[in-house]
Protein backbone atom coordinates (compact mmCIF):
# COMPACT_ATOMS: atom_id res chain seq x y z
CA UNK A 1 0.00 0.00 0.00
CA UNK A 2 1.37 3.58 -1.18
CA UNK A 3 2.88 5.47 2.10
CA UNK A 4 1.40 8.81 3.01
CA UNK A 5 4.36 11.26 3.38
CA UNK A 6 3.93 13.21 6.11
CA UNK A 7 5.54 16.37 8.19
CA UNK A 8 4.40 16.99 11.64
CA UNK A 9 4.36 20.41 12.77
CA UNK A 10 4.57 20.38 17.49
CA UNK A 11 6.04 17.47 18.79
CA UNK A 12 5.11 17.86 22.24
CA UNK A 13 2.61 16.08 24.17
CA UNK A 14 -0.33 15.52 22.00
CA UNK A 15 1.91 14.37 19.67
CA UNK A 16 3.97 11.64 21.61
CA UNK A 17 0.71 10.57 23.22
CA UNK A 18 -1.94 10.09 20.56
CA UNK A 19 -0.51 10.96 17.13
CA UNK A 20 2.55 9.99 16.51
CA UNK A 21 1.83 6.00 17.96
CA UNK A 22 -0.95 5.45 16.77
CA UNK A 23 0.90 7.16 12.98
CA UNK A 24 3.23 4.20 13.79
CA UNK A 25 0.91 1.61 14.43
CA UNK A 26 -1.06 1.95 11.18
CA UNK A 27 2.18 1.60 8.88
CA UNK A 28 0.93 3.57 6.03
CA UNK A 29 2.78 6.81 7.07
CA UNK A 30 6.15 7.50 6.28
CA UNK A 31 6.97 11.17 8.44
CA UNK A 32 9.89 12.78 6.84
CA UNK A 33 9.96 16.03 8.66
CA UNK A 34 9.29 17.12 11.93
CA UNK A 35 9.13 20.92 13.31
CA UNK A 36 8.96 21.99 16.38
CA UNK A 37 10.34 25.77 18.38
CA UNK A 38 12.48 23.32 20.80
CA UNK A 39 14.46 21.43 18.45
CA UNK A 40 15.33 18.53 20.74
CA UNK A 41 11.56 17.67 21.16
CA UNK A 42 11.41 17.53 16.70
CA UNK A 43 15.19 15.46 17.39
CA UNK A 44 13.36 13.31 20.32
CA UNK A 45 10.80 12.37 17.84
CA UNK A 46 12.64 11.77 14.73
CA UNK A 47 14.59 9.22 16.50
CA UNK A 48 11.25 7.17 17.63
CA UNK A 49 9.37 7.85 14.73
CA UNK A 50 10.80 9.58 11.97
CA UNK A 51 12.52 8.02 8.58
CA UNK A 52 16.50 8.09 8.75
CA UNK A 53 16.39 11.00 6.44
CA UNK A 54 13.81 13.10 8.29
CA UNK A 55 14.95 16.59 8.17
CA UNK A 56 14.63 18.90 11.49
CA UNK A 57 13.08 22.52 11.62
CA UNK A 58 12.11 24.49 13.71
CA UNK A 59 9.97 27.38 11.34
CA UNK A 60 7.07 25.50 10.07
CA UNK A 61 7.60 27.66 7.13
CA UNK A 62 10.65 25.78 6.14
CA UNK A 63 8.86 22.73 7.01
CA UNK A 64 5.76 23.05 4.70
CA UNK A 65 8.46 23.62 1.46
CA UNK A 66 8.95 19.70 1.64
CA UNK A 67 6.85 17.33 -1.04
CA UNK A 68 4.15 16.41 1.50
CA UNK A 69 1.00 14.52 0.81
CA UNK A 70 -0.30 15.73 4.56
CA UNK A 71 0.42 17.98 7.03
CA UNK A 72 -0.27 17.44 11.17
CA UNK A 73 -0.98 20.15 13.29
CA UNK A 74 0.00 19.69 17.00
CA UNK A 75 0.64 23.45 18.36
CA UNK A 76 -1.21 25.46 20.97
CA UNK A 77 -4.38 26.77 20.15
CA UNK A 78 -3.02 29.94 18.83
CA UNK A 79 -1.33 29.22 15.79
CA UNK A 80 -3.61 26.12 14.82
CA UNK A 81 -5.13 28.39 11.69
CA UNK A 82 -1.75 29.91 10.54
CA UNK A 83 0.14 26.90 10.23
CA UNK A 84 -3.27 24.59 8.62
CA UNK A 85 -3.51 27.69 6.15
CA UNK A 86 -0.16 27.53 5.08
CA UNK A 87 -0.24 24.24 4.68
CA UNK A 88 -3.05 24.10 2.66
CA UNK A 89 -1.73 26.72 0.38
CA UNK A 90 1.65 24.56 0.21
CA UNK A 91 -0.35 21.91 -1.46
CA UNK A 92 -0.73 19.22 1.32
CA UNK A 93 -4.07 18.27 3.08
CA UNK A 94 -3.86 18.70 7.14
CA UNK A 95 -5.26 17.03 10.05
CA UNK A 96 -5.39 19.60 12.78
CA UNK A 97 -5.49 19.02 16.65
CA UNK A 98 -9.12 20.22 18.25
CA UNK A 99 -10.14 22.45 18.86
CA UNK A 100 -9.89 23.86 15.45
CA UNK A 101 -8.96 27.49 15.92
CA UNK A 102 -8.72 29.96 18.75
CA UNK A 103 -10.93 32.11 17.19
CA UNK A 104 -14.49 31.96 15.13
CA UNK A 105 -12.65 33.99 12.34
CA UNK A 106 -9.65 32.27 12.17
CA UNK A 107 -11.72 28.76 11.90
CA UNK A 108 -13.60 30.00 9.31
CA UNK A 109 -10.41 31.01 7.23
CA UNK A 110 -9.44 27.75 7.60
CA UNK A 111 -12.69 25.85 5.85
CA UNK A 112 -12.14 28.84 3.23
CA UNK A 113 -8.89 27.98 2.54
CA UNK A 114 -9.73 24.00 2.18
CA UNK A 115 -12.69 25.24 -0.34
CA UNK A 116 -10.28 27.33 -2.02
CA UNK A 117 -7.51 24.51 -2.26
CA UNK A 118 -9.42 21.72 -2.66
CA UNK A 119 -6.82 20.18 0.20
CA UNK A 120 -8.50 18.17 3.10
CA UNK A 121 -8.89 19.33 6.40
CA UNK A 122 -10.03 17.49 9.35
CA UNK A 123 -9.69 17.97 13.26
CA UNK A 124 -8.78 15.40 15.64
CA UNK A 125 -12.12 15.12 17.75
CA UNK A 126 -10.95 11.30 18.16
CA UNK A 127 -14.15 10.73 20.39
CA UNK A 128 -16.44 9.92 17.68
CA UNK A 129 -14.40 6.85 16.93
CA UNK A 130 -14.68 5.17 20.37
CA UNK A 131 -17.66 2.34 20.40
CA UNK A 132 -19.69 3.77 22.27
CA UNK A 133 -19.82 6.56 19.75
CA UNK A 134 -20.14 4.70 17.15
CA UNK A 135 -23.11 2.77 18.31
CA UNK A 136 -25.03 5.53 19.65
CA UNK A 137 -24.80 7.47 16.08
CA UNK A 138 -25.61 4.55 14.09
CA UNK A 139 -28.74 4.74 16.78
CA UNK A 140 -29.58 8.27 16.01
CA UNK A 141 -29.03 8.10 11.93
CA UNK A 142 -31.42 5.27 12.26
CA UNK A 143 -34.47 6.70 14.12
CA UNK A 144 -34.22 5.01 17.33
CA UNK A 145 -34.25 7.21 19.59
CA UNK A 146 -36.63 9.57 17.43
CA UNK A 147 -36.54 13.17 17.74
CA UNK A 148 -33.80 14.52 19.67
CA UNK A 149 -34.86 17.76 21.12
CA UNK A 150 -32.81 17.79 24.88
CA UNK A 151 -28.91 17.00 25.35
CA UNK A 152 -26.08 17.55 27.83
CA UNK A 153 -22.66 17.47 26.63
CA UNK A 154 -20.47 16.61 29.67
CA UNK A 155 -16.96 17.76 30.54
CA UNK A 156 -16.68 17.57 33.94
CA UNK A 157 -13.44 16.81 36.12
CA UNK A 158 -13.13 17.63 39.99
CA UNK A 159 -9.58 18.31 40.36
CA UNK A 160 -7.35 17.60 37.32
CA UNK A 161 -6.19 21.16 36.04
CA UNK A 162 -3.04 20.53 33.36
CA UNK A 163 -0.19 21.98 34.69
CA UNK A 164 2.26 21.43 32.03
CA UNK A 165 2.90 23.23 28.68
CA UNK A 166 0.82 26.23 27.91
CA UNK A 167 -3.10 24.94 28.77
CA UNK A 168 -3.23 27.90 31.68
CA UNK A 169 -1.86 30.84 29.34
CA UNK A 170 -5.38 32.25 27.43
CA UNK A 171 -2.97 33.81 25.29
CA UNK A 172 -1.77 30.68 23.85
CA UNK A 173 -5.46 28.65 24.05
CA UNK A 174 -8.06 31.16 24.29
CA UNK A 175 -9.62 29.39 27.34
CA UNK A 176 -9.17 27.06 29.78
CA UNK A 177 -11.29 23.17 30.28
CA UNK A 178 -14.29 24.65 27.74
CA UNK A 179 -12.19 25.19 24.76
CA UNK A 180 -10.17 21.69 25.95
CA UNK A 181 -12.05 19.01 27.20
CA UNK A 182 -15.58 20.84 26.49
CA UNK A 183 -15.22 20.89 22.84
CA UNK A 184 -15.30 16.98 22.81
CA UNK A 185 -18.46 17.00 24.61
CA UNK A 186 -19.68 19.91 22.34
CA UNK A 187 -18.74 17.74 19.47
CA UNK A 188 -20.12 14.58 19.98
CA UNK A 189 -23.71 16.07 21.41
CA UNK A 190 -23.72 18.10 17.62
CA UNK A 191 -22.43 15.30 15.99
CA UNK A 192 -25.20 12.71 17.60
CA UNK A 193 -27.89 15.14 17.08
CA UNK A 194 -26.81 15.68 13.61
CA UNK A 195 -27.65 19.59 14.27
CA UNK A 196 -25.44 22.73 13.65
CA UNK A 197 -28.10 25.46 13.50
CA UNK A 198 -27.61 27.53 16.53
CA UNK A 199 -29.93 30.19 17.53
CA UNK A 200 -28.78 31.70 20.92
CA UNK A 201 -25.88 30.99 23.32
CA UNK A 202 -26.21 31.88 27.32
CA UNK A 203 -23.12 31.15 29.41
CA UNK A 204 -21.28 31.54 32.69
CA UNK A 205 -17.40 31.24 32.67
CA UNK A 206 -16.13 30.84 36.47
CA UNK A 207 -12.50 31.36 37.61
CA UNK A 208 -13.39 30.39 41.30
CA UNK A 209 -10.85 27.82 43.03
CA UNK A 210 -8.01 28.89 40.84
CA UNK A 211 -6.26 30.81 43.81
CA UNK A 212 -6.58 28.43 46.02
CA UNK A 213 -3.77 27.27 48.47
CA UNK A 214 -4.92 23.64 48.94
CA UNK A 215 -5.54 22.14 45.57
CA UNK A 216 -5.72 18.51 45.91
CA UNK A 217 -4.99 18.43 42.06
CA UNK A 218 -4.37 14.86 40.35
CA UNK A 219 -1.53 16.39 37.72
CA UNK A 220 0.23 18.40 41.13
CA UNK A 221 0.01 21.97 42.34
CA UNK A 222 -0.84 24.29 39.77
CA UNK A 223 0.53 28.35 39.96
CA UNK A 224 -2.17 30.62 40.97
CA UNK A 225 -0.36 33.49 39.33
CA UNK A 226 0.02 31.94 35.88
CA UNK A 227 -3.74 30.45 35.56
CA UNK A 228 -5.23 33.14 33.52
CA UNK A 229 -8.29 31.15 32.21
CA UNK A 230 -11.18 30.02 33.85
CA UNK A 231 -11.57 26.56 36.07
CA UNK A 232 -15.09 26.25 35.08
CA UNK A 233 -17.68 27.02 32.24
CA UNK A 234 -21.14 26.02 31.74
CA UNK A 235 -23.75 26.79 28.35
CA UNK A 236 -27.40 26.66 27.55
CA UNK A 237 -27.67 26.23 23.42
CA UNK A 238 -30.70 26.43 21.74
CA UNK A 239 -30.88 25.33 18.27
CA UNK A 240 -32.77 26.80 15.53
CA UNK A 241 -35.41 23.99 15.55
CA UNK A 242 -36.10 24.39 19.13
CA UNK A 243 -33.89 22.16 20.39
CA UNK A 244 -31.31 22.62 23.20
CA UNK A 245 -28.38 22.03 24.93
CA UNK A 246 -26.65 22.16 28.12
CA UNK A 247 -22.71 22.19 28.10
CA UNK A 248 -20.91 21.90 31.58
CA UNK A 249 -16.92 21.91 31.34
CA UNK A 250 -14.61 21.83 34.17
CA UNK A 251 -11.00 21.10 35.17
CA UNK A 252 -11.70 22.05 38.87
CA UNK A 253 -15.08 21.80 40.37
CA UNK A 254 -16.22 20.32 43.81
CA UNK A 255 -18.30 17.47 42.69
CA UNK A 256 -18.35 14.25 42.61
CA UNK A 257 -20.31 13.39 39.03
CA UNK A 258 -17.27 13.28 36.84
CA UNK A 259 -17.60 12.84 33.20
CA UNK A 260 -15.42 13.54 30.56
CA UNK A 261 -15.94 13.76 26.24
CA UNK A 262 -19.67 12.12 27.00
CA UNK A 263 -23.59 13.17 26.04
CA UNK A 264 -26.70 12.26 27.48
CA UNK A 265 -29.31 12.79 24.75
CA UNK A 266 -33.38 12.59 25.43
CA UNK A 267 -35.68 11.87 22.00
CA UNK A 268 -39.03 11.64 21.18
CA UNK A 269 -38.57 7.48 21.13
CA UNK A 270 -35.78 6.88 23.65
CA UNK A 271 -32.74 8.37 25.40
CA UNK A 272 -29.31 7.02 25.72
CA UNK A 273 -26.21 8.29 27.80
CA UNK A 274 -22.88 7.68 28.40
CA UNK A 275 -21.88 7.77 32.06
CA UNK A 276 -22.10 3.80 33.46
CA UNK A 277 -21.43 2.34 29.63
CA UNK A 278 -23.48 3.30 27.14
CA UNK A 279 -27.43 2.95 27.87
CA UNK A 280 -30.25 3.16 26.04
CA UNK A 281 -33.78 3.64 28.13
CA UNK A 282 -36.59 3.20 26.49
CA UNK A 283 -40.43 1.81 26.98
CA UNK A 284 -41.02 -1.42 25.97
CA UNK A 285 -44.06 -3.64 26.39
CA UNK A 286 -45.39 -0.35 28.82
CA UNK A 287 -42.78 -1.29 30.69
CA UNK A 288 -39.63 1.50 31.25
CA UNK A 289 -36.12 -0.43 30.53
CA UNK A 290 -32.56 0.41 29.97
CA UNK A 291 -30.40 -1.28 28.19
CA UNK A 292 -26.76 -1.22 28.03
CA UNK A 293 -25.03 -2.61 24.48
CA UNK A 294 -22.13 -5.12 24.72
CA UNK A 295 -19.39 -3.13 22.45
CA UNK A 296 -16.14 -5.28 23.22
CA UNK A 297 -16.99 -8.52 21.95
CA UNK A 298 -14.76 -10.26 24.09
CA UNK A 299 -15.77 -13.56 26.14
CA UNK A 300 -14.41 -15.48 22.57
CA UNK A 301 -11.88 -18.21 22.66
CA UNK A 302 -8.49 -16.90 21.35
CA UNK A 303 -10.37 -13.66 20.55
CA UNK A 304 -10.43 -10.31 23.45
CA UNK A 305 -12.46 -7.83 21.20
CA UNK A 306 -11.53 -5.00 19.04
CA UNK A 307 -7.53 -4.09 19.49
CA UNK A 308 -7.84 -0.71 17.38
CA UNK A 309 -8.27 2.34 19.53
CA UNK A 310 -9.85 5.70 18.54
CA UNK A 311 -6.81 6.93 17.58
CA UNK A 312 -5.84 3.95 15.17
CA UNK A 313 -9.29 4.60 13.93
CA UNK A 314 -8.86 8.38 13.38
CA UNK A 315 -5.58 7.94 11.45
CA UNK A 316 -6.46 4.78 8.83
CA UNK A 317 -9.92 7.47 8.46
CA UNK A 318 -7.52 10.31 7.70
CA UNK A 319 -4.96 8.17 5.48
CA UNK A 320 -8.48 6.52 3.32
CA UNK A 321 -9.64 10.18 2.90
CA UNK A 322 -6.37 11.28 1.41
CA UNK A 323 -5.58 8.23 -0.58
CA UNK A 324 -8.69 6.41 -1.70
CA UNK A 325 -11.09 9.69 -1.47
CA UNK A 326 -12.83 8.46 1.36
CA UNK A 327 -15.39 10.71 3.11
CA UNK A 328 -14.33 12.54 5.80
CA UNK A 329 -15.97 11.62 9.83
CA UNK A 330 -14.97 14.93 10.98
CA UNK A 331 -15.80 17.80 8.81
CA UNK A 332 -14.22 21.01 8.78
CA UNK A 333 -17.85 22.45 8.13
CA UNK A 334 -18.84 20.74 11.41
CA UNK A 335 -15.78 21.61 13.49
CA UNK A 336 -16.54 25.45 12.59
CA UNK A 337 -19.70 25.67 14.42
CA UNK A 338 -18.29 24.11 17.24
CA UNK A 339 -15.23 27.16 17.70
CA UNK A 340 -18.39 29.02 17.09
CA UNK A 341 -19.98 28.46 19.98
CA UNK A 342 -17.00 28.18 22.14
CA UNK A 343 -16.43 31.58 21.52
CA UNK A 344 -20.35 32.46 22.07
CA UNK A 345 -20.06 30.83 25.91
CA UNK A 346 -17.05 33.28 25.65
CA UNK A 347 -18.69 36.41 25.29
CA UNK A 348 -21.71 35.14 27.20
CA UNK A 349 -19.30 34.98 30.12
CA UNK A 350 -17.55 38.13 29.29
CA UNK A 351 -20.97 40.29 28.86
CA UNK A 352 -23.32 38.78 30.95
CA UNK A 353 -25.58 39.03 28.02
CA UNK A 354 -27.43 35.93 25.54
CA UNK A 355 -25.32 35.95 22.55
CA UNK A 356 -27.87 35.37 19.20
CA UNK A 357 -27.20 34.33 15.82
CA UNK A 358 -28.94 35.43 13.03
Known amino acids: MEKLKIGIVGCGGIANGKHLPAIKRNGNFEIVAFCDVDSKKAEKAKEEYGVTKAKIYTDYRELIKEEL ?5 LTPN ?8 AAMEAGAHVMCEKPMAKTYEDAKRMVETARRTGKILTIGYQNRYRLDSTYLKRACVNGDLGEVYYARAHAVRRRAVPTWGVFLNEEEQGGGPLIDIGTHALDLTLWMMDNYEIDSVTGSVY ?3 ADQKEQGNAFGEWNPEKFMVED ?5 IKMKNGATIHLEASWALNTLEVDEAK ?3 CGTNAGADMKEGLRINRVHYNKQCVEKPDLDSGGVAFFEGQSETESDIEQRTFYNAVMKGDELVVKPEQALVVTRILEAVYEAGRTGKTVYFA
Not at 78 to 85: E, F, G, T
Not at 232 to 236: D, E, I, L
Request: charged fraction near 15%.
Open 69 to 73: DAVYV
Open 78 to 85: KSHAAISI
Open 232 to 236: SAFAF
Open 263 to 265: VSL
Open 207 to 209: RKL
